[in-house]
Nanobody, 113 residues
Framework: QVQLVESGGGLVQTGGSLRLSCVAS????????WAWYRQAPGKQRELVAG???????NYLDSVKGRFTISRDNAKNTVYLQMNSLKPEDTAVYSC???????WGQGTQVTVSS
């Protein structure tokens, strides 16, 4: 099992930036995929960005060019750099790892207009 703790959420104005962090502990050797998901009120959870153990990344179309996922293996941490934030980015952002399918508790991101 992998334990995940997210941080870095908060309130920011439109056009601002935030960097989310997800620190893993436990059976980290098993992780082959890290991902950030988000869920806004009344909406389905969606995959925002993912990164494989080999460094391949993928992004939700609406965040391409604005968000960047990265990984620091030495710190067992994955980051989500979010730039040019929009009100529609407001959601709870959660970290997920595979293959164990472990999730963090989530961190709130609120973008004011």
């Amino acid at each position: 099992q992998v334990q995940l703790v997210e941080s870095g959420g908060g309130l920011v104005q439109t056009g601002g930036s935030l960097r989310l962090s997800c620190v893993a502990s436990g059976s980290i050797y098993s992780i082959n995929f890290w991902a950030w998901y988000r869920q806004a009120p009344g909406k389905q959870r969606e995959l925002v960005a993912g990164i494989t153990s080999g460094g391949n990344t993928n992004y939700l179309d609406s965040v391409k060019g604005r968000f960047t996922i990265s990984r620091d293996n030495a710190k067992n941490t994955v980051y989500l750099q979010m730039n040019s934030l929009k009100p529609e980015d407001t959601a709870v952002y959660s970290c997920r790892v595979l293959p164990n399918n472990d999730w963090g508790q989530g961190t709130q991101v609120t973008v004011s207009s």
